[in-house]
């Protein structure tokens, strides 16, 4: 599948904004090296200084400089998630970025994998994952369900006569 230039910097995106949060340096060194230089100008005027204590060091303007670029990077995050909403054609990518940003809906991506707890993913599943998640074509399904309708990811999800609604059900009815 081809991935547009757009869906492309939407997986940089923090996942809570519905990304995927994979970092892209080229777009965001720029930045980090600004805020670093600002969070730590005040211990680099110390060590010029030749400062022989930490007594002028003040960590609560450290903290204010920190917050301030903190609130920088968000506004910079939500311009380029509305960016990527206007410059999308797709209705259904969307409508998914939406449902992305819900509260949880990316909780999956951050948990760590433990096969203990059932928190693993393969390959395929994580695939099939991430084509939920933005709304495109799982490959290798049926072009019809059992009960006789079109086949699609929405229709898998709610048909009573197959697919995951059953599943869903069995998974739920099976966990001790």
Do not use: M
């Not at 999308?88 to 994998?113: C, F, H, Y």
């Not at 006569?161 to 998974?171: A, D, E």
């Amino acid at each position: 599948r081809h991935v547009s230039d757009t869906e492309r910097d939407l997986f940089t995106l923090p996942v809570r904004l519905g990304g995927l949060g994979i970092s892209n340096p080229v777009e965001g060194s720029d930045f980090e090296f600004h805020a670093s230089e600002k969070i730590t100008d005040s211990l680099k005027k110390l060590i010029i200084d030749q400062a022989s204590s930490l007594d002028e060091y003040q960590a609560s303007a450290v903290a204010e400089v920190t917050g301030d670029c903190l609130k920088d990077k968000e506004v910079r995050l939500l311009r380029r998630v509305s960016a990527i909403g206007s410059e999308s054609s797709d209705e259904r990518l969307k409508r998914s970025i939406t449902l992305a940003q819900e509260k949880g809906a990316g909780a999956w991506l951050t948990v760590l994998p433990l096969s203990s707890l059932g928190w693993v993913l393969n390959k395929e599943e994580f695939r099939d994952a991430i084509r939920l998640r933005y709304g495109w074509q799982i490959p290798n399904i049926p072009a019809f369900c059992v009960c006789g309708k079109k086949n699609s990811v929405d229709h898998t999800l709610i048909c009573k006569n197959g697919g995951y609604l059953i599943f869903r059900h069995n998974k739920i009815r099976d966990t001790n």
